[in-house]
């Protein structure tokens, strides 16, 4: 009998011992401008409830929201990015959730690094609209996906 907190098949996710570790379950979210609106961007809280949703699903508890809102993924100094590979980097982290790839960065190099950094310290990334999901050891893909996604940023994006 499957896990009771895999919603699709057992090998989506890991099992409920590993998820309480102690270690944080980030969810990432990134918009490149803001829509206007003062305070937080409208694509930023849409991104929130979607990963907010997908983690209940999944049973995924106590997301950690790191929001960059209004910056390029062109750019590495944002501080909710910065704050993610620092996390990283010290071993504090189970999960990366995001919408999609894009999200992270567009700098595919980039990007590449720090996926085979998430791989290295044992983080589990999800992009749920790419249905890219390192728990299921089928991300083959993931640096095509990775590619495609940076091919639809002009560099010269603020």
């Known amino acids: 009998m499957p896990d009771p907190i895999c919603a699709a098949r057992e090998t989506d996710c890991r099992n409920e011992a590993d998820m309480n570790n102690g270690k944080l379950k980030i969810a990432y979210e990134r918009l490149s401008r803001d829509d206007e609106q003062q305070g937080e961007s409208n694509s930023i809280t849409n991104q929130k409830m979607l990963l907010e949703d997908y983690a209940a699903r999944h049973g995924i508890a106590d997301l950690t929201h790191l929001v960059d809102d209004s910056w390029s993924g062109t750019r590495w100094d944002r501080p909710g990015i910065v704050k993610l590979i620092a996390?990283?980097?010290?071993?504090?982290?189970?999960?990366?959730?995001?919408?999609?790839?894009?999200?992270?960065?567009?700098?595919?190099?980039?990007?590449?690094?720090?996926l085979e950094q998430f791989r290295e310290r044992g983080v589990w990334y999800i992009a749920i609209n790419d249905n890219v999901d390192t728990a299921r050891n089928d991300d083959d893909f993931t640096p095509f996906r990775n590619i495609m996604s940076g091919m639809g940023c002009p560099r010269h994006e603020p």
Do not use: A, Y
Request: hydrophobic share 35%; aromatic share 0%; glycine share 10%.
């Open 87 to 114: 996390e990283v980097e010290n071993g504090n982290v189970e999960i990366c959730l995001v919408k999609d790839m894009s999200r992270i960065g567009r700098d595919h190099p980039r990007v590449g690094l720090l």
